[in-house]
């Protein structure tokens, strides 16, 4: 049986929140916990640790947003905001503080569901696209870092590139490493003989 979502709700109004609660409720089955002070709300989410934020307020500070980056960055977890309205620049600045969707014209119990469902499904959307940008921008370091060691190779023994590849490949493998990781030890190395 899959776990339940649990999501932390940010609203002051009682009544309001006790709205959202009945709307997730009938939505599904979620584990809700509802904080009303936005003092400390970094503190108060990451003691919560929820699946997803969702956030109610009339007009959101920046001071709020600044807050919110530190309580739930673009990694951690998804943030969907509701606001009645919103200043010029706001929306950015949510986006920017890690908020997946920032919804102006406030809060309605039937939206609740399908929003919650678009700020889950873009904040795996990014996560995806952070994991596979970093595991590019690693492959590109890689790469380089094996072109300058074939380059010392080749420089150190008057061989062609392929032979340096080869030699590089094979040392990796005699000693169960990757190939990049002895590039960066001969890298590293040649640095210190300088």
């Known amino acids: 049986m899959p776990q339940k979502l649990s999501i932390v709700v940010v609203e002051r109004d009682r009544e309001r929140a006790l709205l959202i609660i009945d709307s997730l409720r009938a939505a599904g089955d979620y584990d809700v916990f509802v904080i009303a002070e936005e003092t400390g709300l970094a503190r108060r989410i990451s003691e919560r640790n929820p699946d997803i934020v969702l956030i109610d307020i009339t007009s959101p500070s920046r001071d709020m ?61 990014f996560a995806r696209m952070r994991s596979e940008l970093a595991a590019t921008k690693r492959a590109l370091e890689e790469r380089k870092t094996i072109d300058r060691a074939k380059g010392l190779v080749m420089k150190a023994r008057g061989i062609g590139e392929d032979e340096a590849y080869a030699l590089l490949r094979k040392t990796a493998m005699d000693q169960g490493r990757k190939v990049a990781d002895v590039a960066e030890a001969l890298v590293i190395a040649a640095g210190l003989l300088k």
Not at 95 to 105: M, N, P, T
Not at 110 to 117: E, G, H, M
């Open 65 to 125: 947003l600044e807050e919110l980056t530190l309580a739930s960055s673009p990694l951690d977890r998804p943030v969907a905001m509701f606001v009645d309205r919103s200043e010029d620049g706001l929306t950015k600045a949510a986006i920017e503080a890690g908020v997946s969707a920032y919804v102006v014209d406030g809060l309605r119990a039937d939206r609740i569901k399908p929003v919650l469902d678009a700020a889950i499904a873009r904040f795996h959307m």
